[in-house]
């Protein structure tokens, strides 16, 4: 392709309307079933309180700004007592991809049709020159999910392209992300929690009065809290490649696991 034919295919992305969202608007009847099992593959992810008794899930979803929304699959099933929510990118390896240009304070997209190569030698010599920029390619993907789920039932959740974020929820849950963060608000410690981020941080806030047995790990990161507790010297240890602590707030309680083994946690009041 012709550097006036990129121009032109450029200018035509940039001035069309392809970033058009689809809305996800789902509301799921949680009669008869103790626990919620999410995975989320690509997207990020809020969880907070319902208030009614069932579950909604909201949500916007821009795939290549807008082109390739309806490749987004949200499969919603129930077996037994167990709600089964799953999203994924149907045959994203046969979708468009993008070489985005970050330069200037600004972004620059050349569609990739499926099946073929960017000829990077063809980029405008006014994206080469300037001030230092980078580069991306792949499917856009603009995904956020709001998860509405009332108190009661067992949250599982994995997650592996995407932040997770929880507020006031105080269910038992067992959240697992891989290349994104995890942030929690929690009014108060639940029976059960483990959070858990392969390659991001972990970050919870409690509050000053919370009873817990905390678990906190990391191997290749550091621990922050301002919290006072009391850590079980035997059971805690500080090493090369593996920090562990094992204390008791405000004289034991629920456990809260929290693992960052990539990254750091931060446990702090709020």
Known sequence: MHRINILIALVLVSLSV????????????????????????????EIRKSTDGQLHIEGKVS???GENNDAFDLNIQ??????????NIKDMENLPRYTTIHKNGREYYFRIPPGEDFD?????????????GWTSNGVLTDISLTILVPEGVQLE????????????VTNDM?????????EATLSRVPDNCTLESVYSFVDVSIPSSARSDLKLQTNYGEIYSNVDFTVDKGAS????FENRVVAALNGGGPTLDLTATYNNIYLRYQ
Do not use: C, F
Not at 21 to 36: A, K, N, P, W
């Open 18 to 45: 392809l970033n058009a969202q689809r809305t996800i608007d789902e509301v799921q009847s949680l009669s008869g079933v103790d626990e919620v099992s999410m995975e989320v593959m690509w997207g990020d992810v």
């Open 174 to 182: 067992n959240i697992q992300n891989t290349y994104g963060h995890i």
């Open 63 to 65: 795939i290549n700004r």
């Open 78 to 87: 129930k077996s037994g007592s167990v709600l089964s929510i799953t999203s």
């Open 120 to 132: 990077w030698s063809e980029i405008p010599d006014s994206l080469r020159n300037g001030k230092q």
């Open 157 to 168: 959740v994995e997650s592996t392209y995407g932040d997770i974020s929880l507020s006031e």
């Open 237 to 240: 240890k500080w090493a090369a």
